[in-house]
């Protein structure tokens, strides 16, 4: 039973790959992922919106991620460029969406 356990994501992992499609996978033009280190305080994230342009749409806590809009006119990948190297941040990419097969 124990074996089960483990090889259960593995077996939902590929049933949900195996229904993904290639094509429909695509960043969202004005949306980046963040993942903060441990630590980081909102006054930091909130200079950090002020400075590049990012609006907040969902915050995952747990994660220490969120979810922004660009509101500036700077493009994900020069943001990602810029800042991906801060001790700060974990990651930053851009927001993909995948779409299901029915």
Do not use: H, W
């Not at 006119?73 to 995948?98: C, F, G």
Request: hydrophobic share 35%; net charge positive.
């Amino acid at each position: 039973m124990r074996n089960f356990y483990f090889l259960l994501p593995g077996v939902c992992l590929f049933y949900f790959m195996a229904n993904c499609q290639d094509k429909g996978s695509k960043g969202v033009s004005d949306e980046i992922v963040i993942k903060f280190t441990s630590g980081v305080s909102v006054a930091y994230i909130d200079s950090l919106c002020r400075e590049i342009g990012l609006e907040k749409i969902k915050e995952i806590r747990r994660n220490r991620t969120i979810v922004f809009r660009i509101t500036s006119d700077l493009t994900p990948e020069a943001i990602i460029e810029k800042y991906s190297q801060r001790p700060e941040i974990e990651y930053i990419e851009r927001n993909y969406t995948i779409k299901i097969k029915n």
